[in-house]
């Protein structure tokens, strides 16, 4: 099951030098989700629009990237706040057992013994691991990600370890 639509991998943070480089963050785990790109769709609120890429070098914590037809820093700056993104199609193939919050979020939540418990809504990074939000109607049940036992993106379903006081 393979969501359509875009994900963030980065947001332009503004010009860089004098040539229309523009400074952008990194807005991803998987760096190669912004180095293996040629070209993005910067998006601010409802207006997106496509830009290719000229090349993409790494800067300390973040990347400088020149865009075709973007050659001073004026032009850059207009796009300062914009986010870059790419569709889901495009993102770099994850390892087996790996996934993208996108791929996580709307699953079905179940329980080893089969009880359903909800669909992830959101997920929170805590540094240690990640906590799945997951809601069936008012009920919200905090579950960290290290209680998954199984996930099939095709059917759509989460299984979940459940201990005492978790639900």
Known sequence: MRKEGYAIVSKILGPFGVGGEAKCSIE????????????????????????????????????????????????????????????????????????????????????????????VEDIMATGAHDIYVVRDGEREVLIPSVFTEEIDKDTGRMVVRIIEGML
């Open 28 to 119: 991803t785990d998987v760096p190669e989700n912004i180095t293996k790109q040629k070209g993005f769709y910067l998006r601010r609120g409802n207006r997106r629009i496509y830009m290719e890429v000229e090349y993409i070098r790494p800067h300390h914590r973040s990347f400088i990237i020149k865009f075709k037809g973007l050659n001073t820093p004026e032009a850059v700056k207009f796009f300062k706040g914009w986010f870059l993104e790419v569709k889901y199609e495009d993102l770099v193939p994850l390892e087996d057992g790996e996934f993208y919050w996108f791929e996580i979020v709307g699953l079905e939540v179940y329980s080893t013994e089969g009880e359903f418990i909800g669909v």
